[in-house]
């Protein structure tokens, strides 16, 4: 393990298992919520975006699914191979896109006001951000950052 890591072994494993099973239960639920867009668009409007519904129709909400099953797909992927360090930074970047999108859709084109509907994917998204940079901080070097770390050295 690098010399980042402010966990042991044990601690680390332990750690990387809880957030495989939390990337599987995620990636779950979105396919829950993938089923859902693709049979009644109404389920994006009551409980996502109820500042204007009236945006949704069935292509958002077809394409809103296929991003959440992209994402799921992603995710699920990460939590079988969690030591592959490009997929664990994609699975990442869907957890920053993903918050990105409902805070803007939030703050900023009003169509998502802060329900438990929108709260949900804002609170999963950021406690996934959290956990996936602290299981970052213990992923063994690769040749090149103990090569580059050696250089510094001599």
């Known amino acids: 393990l690098s010399d980042r890591c402010f966990f042991h072994t044990e601690e680390m494993s332990r750690f990387l298992n809880v957030l495989r099973s939390w990337l599987v239960m995620v990636s779950v639920i979105a396919m829950g919520n993938t089923v859902q867009s693709f049979r009644d668009h109404s389920f994006l409007s009551e409980k996502l975006y ?33 030591q592959n360090r490009t997929l664990y930074h994609i699975t990442l970047w869907t957890f920053v896109l993903a918050l990105g999108h409902f805070l803007s859709e939030a703050f900023i084109y009003k169509t998502a006001p ?41």
């Open 50 to 82: 109820t500042g204007m519904p009236e945006f949704v129709n069935g292509l958002q909400a077809r394409t809103f699914g296929i991003w959440t099953l992209l994402s799921s797909i992603i995710r699920c992927a990460c939590a079988i191979d969690i």
């Open 114 to 154: 802060l329900t438990i509907g929108v709260m949900a994917p804002l609170i999963v998204a950021s406690f996934s951000i959290i956990g996936m940079l602290i299981g970052f901080q213990c992923f063994p070097e690769t040749q090149e950052e103990v090569g580059a770390r050696q250089k510094k050295h001599n």
